[in-house]
């Protein structure tokens, strides 16, 4: 009987602390910020965009001067980066002609505020277009949303509110958190009601049948974080809704975090038609 116990309050404990700390397990904010956009010779302007109980620091990365009408990315990272890990990929983008609007979600890097979750998240990036649109005049007719794995899910939410935006690219990223569960930690769902459990959900599939702008899906071959399959599915899932400006572009041997060098020349080749094909 006292056997039976423990292994009953042992279970409720891992319930609970799944239930009290997920956003832990999938947000993992790092604070330090080394890198800026001058280390690499690129002007900007360095902003505090306020949200609720917290300001999202951002870097305004203007296109070079002889660029008319260039476009706009929204740029939204990944769970474990911040600001400064992704210089090289502003300087990429401002090199092809596109200014910047990158940020850190609340918690990460100079972003102050409460611990990330889902809905702050939408928060930030959407504080973001608010500034570009409202603030800077910017059309949103030039605007292209970006994101890198979760920040692919908080792009595409961004891109689902606001149809209007150019087009919305989508590297490495996934179809929802509860398909990631079944990925990560295929025993799981086996012994803890997760569909009950799940407060994180990020379920860009089913999103993906609502998105009206065009759209490009980047996933390596070689994924062992976030499975090009899901990528597949989000493609499927885009058609299946209509959407029929939409591209999938596969690079093979490439893995979570290396498309940039993998890819090469197609990559940004992909990259460039997208957005050029989108704003001009």
């Given at each position: 009987m006292l056997v039976l116990l423990a292994i009953l309050c042992a279970y409720l404990l891992a319930y609970l602390g799944l239930w009290r700390f997920q956003t832990k397990l999938i947000f993992l904010p790092r604070k330090s910020v080394g890198s800026t956009p001058s280390d690499v010779g690129l002007p900007y302007e360095d902003l505090r965009l306020s949200v609720k109980n917290g300001e999202v620091h951002s870097w305004w990365i203007p296109a070079p001067t002889a660029?008319?009408?260039?476009?706009?990315?929204?740029?939204?990272?990944?769970?474990?980066?911040?600001?400064?890990?992704?210089?090289?990929?502003?300087?990429q983008f401002h090199d092809w002609g596109c200014s910047v609007m990158a940020f850190d979600y609340r918690g990460y890097g100079e972003s102050s505020g409460p611990f990330p979750n889902e809905q702050r998240v939408y928060e930030d990036i959407e504080a973001a277009w608010q500034y570009l649109t409202m603030q800077?005049?910017?059309?949103?007719?030039?605007?292209?949303?970006?994101?890198?794995?979760?920040?692919?899910?908080?792009?595409?939410?961004?891109?689902?509110?606001?149809?209007?935006?150019?087009?919305?690219?989508?590297?490495?990223?996934?179809?929802?958190?509860?398909?990631?569960?079944?990925?990560?930690?295929?025993?799981l769902p086996k012994v803890i009601p997760i569909d009950w459990l799940l407060t994180q959900r990020f379920d860009s599939v089913q999103k993906m049948r609502s998105l009206q702008v065009p759209l490009l899906l980047i996933h390596g071959t070689d994924d062992d974080i976030v499975p090009v399959s899901m990528s597949q599915r989000l493609h499927e899932a885009a058609i299946s809704g209509g959407n029929t400006a939409t591209r999938l572009f596969l690079i093979d041997g490439g893995d979570h975090n290396s498309l940039p060098t993998a890819g090469g020349d197609a990559y940004a080749k992909s990259i460039q038609a997208f957005i050029g094909l989108q704003s001009n």
């Open positions: 660029v008319a009408n260039s476009p706009v990315v929204i740029f939204a990272h990944g769970n474990a980066s911040n600001l400064s890990d992704l210089v090289f990929r502003f300087q800077r005049q910017i059309e949103a007719s030039k605007i292209v949303a970006y994101g890198q794995s979760i920040g692919g899910a908080i792009a595409l939410n961004l891109a689902v509110d606001h149809p209007e935006a150019a087009g919305l690219i989508m590297e490495s990223s996934f179809t929802s958190m509860r398909d990631m569960v079944d990925y990560r930690f295929p025993l």
